[in-house]
């Protein structure tokens, strides 16, 4: 199956900092591609869809200054938390579908945790 | 939009023990669902997938679900689970539009015990 790879694993990083998240599909490429949160013992919330050359979709109640999202190319989309919270600390997800009938295939997660 | 709920939020069983999960969805029309599994550490992964065809849908280590229009319904099930089937199970349903995000179930946590 297709590959998408996140980087890094995991991130510490200290309050008012901020954290680049990178998603990368390894063997395919996506013109969209979605970011997830998931809190401990819930289940996935899409924050955004990110559109490769144009402006990401955000989710009511997610803040798009808060959370930056590029598509630089078919291959790669970043998340930026930006000037991070401890009430920031989740474990973040990609994801990309090859197409309209396709499976979406996800990345392995980013633990991020705001000291 | 289409959303899609699911019943149990912990099960525990023993192992050789039959499994069915619960999954409604909410949308009347044509619908499309998967069937996700999270091992503990590890990153999402698809079970199983419903887009047209057969409602009775056969998926990866010997679980299958059935699609019921009538109940609205995509229960995942397995006749005998094993000790490494202890995970989370997502329902999921990809939008019909747009860009087609995929919308996932609050997730049922599965124990199986030895």
């Known amino acids: 199956g297709a590959v998408v790879s996140q980087h890094p694993s995991w991130v510490i990083c200290k309050s008012g900092t901020s954290v680049k998240i990178e998603c990368r599909s390894l063997d395919f490429q996506a013109t969209t591609m979605f970011w997830y949160r998931q809190f401990p013992k819930q289940s996935l919330m899409l924050m955004a869809t990110?559109?490769?050359?144009?402006?990401?979709?955000?989710e009511q109640g997610v803040e798009k200054d808060k959370f930056l999202i590029n598509h630089a190319s078919l291959t790669l989309s970043t998340l930026t938390v930006t000037s991070a919270h401890p009430e920031d600390s989740s474990f973040y997800i990609c994801s990309a579908r090859t197409g309209r009938f396709a499976e979406a295939f996800f990345g392995q997660g980013t633990r991020l945790t705001v000291v | 939009a289409q959303s899609v709920s699911q019943h149990n939020h912990h099960v525990i069983l023993s192992e050789a023990a039959s499994l069915e999960l619960g999954c409604n969805y909410s949308?009347?029309?044509?619908?499309?669902l998967f069937w996700y599994v999270q091992y503990p550490g590890q990153h999402l992964q698809l079970l199983l997938k419903y887009f047209s065809g057969d409602p009775l849908v056969k998926g990866i280590k010997g679980f299958e679900a059935e699609f019921i229009k009538s109940k609205f319904s995509f229960n995942l099930r397995k006749p005998s689970v094993q000790w490494s089937d202890t995970a989370e199970y997502f329902c999921a349903v990809p939008s019909r539009g747009g860009y087609q995000k995929v919308t996932f179930g609050t997730g049922t946590k599965l124990q199986v015990i030895p």
């Open positions: 949308y009347g029309g044509t619908v499309n």
């Open positions: 990110s559109n490769e050359g144009s402006k990401a979709t955000y």
